[in-house]
């Protein structure tokens, strides 16, 4: 039988975190307030942590059962992802997770996650659907250009070709911290760009007004152009 230990985790105030351990997995999930002030936002995010633990626990338990095969040590898997506030408008909220795994390979491994909510419509979407695709494109040189220039400052060599940023988590930053988002951020997880030992990348693309052309009337007040 599998044991359970529930931690109390000391979340700041308002905000959602749960940490469970069993002999298979270390599991924690968590959101920030202002998620979890939102009632159909915060179902959401409970929907997504219980999906996330059920598969983290199906691979920890297929995991152990192979070592057990294979006549190999079983260690604990992990697997922590902990959702933060990007950026805050009136009509958008923009989420990115931080997620941390360990499945028994070499190394732990990290990977992100994005959620834009859209308050008005009462439901998630995300950067695609609110920029339209046709402005991804159109910043694609500039984040290769970001990228490459943040892969080289730690001594690697850029990719080629350069990894496609519609394939990569997205978000949306407010650098300035005026309630509307600026810049398109873009999460680069490890081996995507360079070796694992060089780690993640975050490039923060900024919006030109080209960029904001397609955007709904719905959204418009909700973003600004350098």
Same mark, same amino acid.
């Given at each position: 039988?599998? &044991?359970?230990?529930?931690?109390?985790?000391?979340? #700041?105030? %308002?905000?959602?975190?749960?940490?469970?351990?069993?002999?298979?997995?270390?599991?924690?999930? $968590?959101? #920030?307030?202002?998620?979890?002030?939102?009632?159909?936002?915060? *179902?959401?995010?409970?929907? *997504?942590?219980?999906?996330? @633990? &059920?598969?983290?626990?199906? !691979?920890?338990?297929? !995991?152990? =059962?192979?070592?057990?095969?294979?006549?190999? +040590?079983?260690?604990?898997? @992990?697997?922590?992802?902990?959702?933060?506030?990007?950026?805050?408008?009136?009509?958008?909220?923009?989420?990115?997770?931080?997620?941390?795994?360990?499945?028994?390979?070499?190394?732990?491994?990290?990977?992100?996650?994005?959620?834009?909510? =859209?308050?008005? &419509? %009462?439901?998630?979407?995300?950067?695609?659907?609110?920029? $339209?695709?046709?402005?991804? %494109?159109?910043?694609?040189?500039?984040?290769?250009?970001?990228?490459?220039?943040?892969?080289?400052? *730690?001594?690697?060599?850029?990719?080629?070709?350069? #990894? +496609?940023?519609?394939?990569?988590?997205?978000?949306? &930053?407010?650098?300035?911290?005026?309630?509307?988002?600026?810049?398109?951020?873009?999460?680069?997880?490890?081996?995507?760009?360079? !070796?694992?030992?060089?780690?993640?990348?975050?490039?923060?693309?900024?919006?030109?007004?080209? =960029?904001?052309?397609?955007?709904?009337?719905?959204? *418009?007040?909700?973003?600004?152009?350098?």
């Amino acid at each position: 039988m599998i &044991a359970l230990l529930a931690l109390l985790i000391v979340a #700041p105030p %308002g905000a959602h975190e749960e940490r469970r351990q069993t002999e298979l997995l270390d599991f924690r999930y $968590g959101w #920030p307030a202002a998620a979890e002030a939102i009632p159909a936002l915060r *179902r959401e995010l409970a929907r *997504r942590e219980l999906e996330a @633990q &059920a598969d983290a626990t199906a !691979s920890a338990a297929e !995991s152990h =059962d192979s070592a057990g095969g294979a006549q190999v +040590p079983f260690h604990t898997e @992990q697997y922590h992802a902990i959702w933060s506030v990007e950026a805050n408008s009136a009509r958008l909220l923009s989420l990115t997770a931080d997620i941390r795994t360990d499945n028994n390979g070499a190394h732990p491994n990290r990977d992100f996650d994005s959620l834009i909510w =859209d308050r008005g &419509a %009462g439901r998630a979407t995300t950067v695609a659907a609110v920029l $339209g695709n046709a402005a991804l %494109g159109a910043m694609s040189e500039r984040y290769c250009t970001a990228l490459a220039a943040s892969v080289a400052a *730690r001594d690697a060599e850029p990719p080629e070709p350069c #990894p +496609p940023l519609a394939e990569r988590v997205l978000a949306f &930053a407010d650098r300035d911290h005026d309630g509307r988002f600026d810049a398109l951020h873009v999460l680069v997880a490890p081996y995507v760009a360079a !070796s694992y030992a060089d780690g993640s990348f975050v490039v923060d693309v900024p919006f030109e007004a080209a =960029d904001l052309s397609g955007l709904a009337a719905r959204y *418009r007040s909700a973003f600004e152009s350098r």
